[in-house]
């Protein structure tokens, strides 16, 4: 059974930074591309950061060069930090695993506010 599960969301004040962590389990995590989602408020889910199985990333234009994504095998965890976090990126973020293409597994999601 795969199990995905987040943590290090929370409160931050605009400008802050946070470090997201997620850990799989199952033996998924070497062969599938990582990647990070979250939904805002009122909002649809939308792709924050990814990670292939070899490292090549890949970011949303509202998070280049502020967000980092990483992955760690031995670990079975892929990271995201988040720098210079901003209101706007005040939502539920969502860990996702992907196998395959057609072949989906999502955490159960971690809050981040960003508020001052």
């Known amino acids: 059974q795969v199990q995905l599960e987040e943590s290090g969301g929370g409160s931050v004040q605009p400008g802050g930074s946070l470090k997201l962590s997620c850990v799989t389990s199952g033996r998924i995590f070497i062969s599938s591309q990582m990647g990070w989602y979250r939904q805002p408020p009122g909002k649809e889910r939308e792709a924050v950061a990814s990670i292939g199985t070899v490292g090549t990333t890949m970011y949303a234009d509202s998070v280049k060069g502020r967000f980092t994504i990483s992955r760690d095998n031995a670990k079975n965890t892929v990271y995201l930090q988040m720098n210079g976090l901003k209101p706007e990126d005040t939502a539920v973020y969502y860990c996702?695993?992907?196998?395959?293409?057609?072949?989906?597994?999502w955490g159960k999601g971690t809050l981040v506010t960003v508020s001052s």
């Open positions: 996702n695993a992907r196998p395959a293409f057609d072949l989906n597994y």
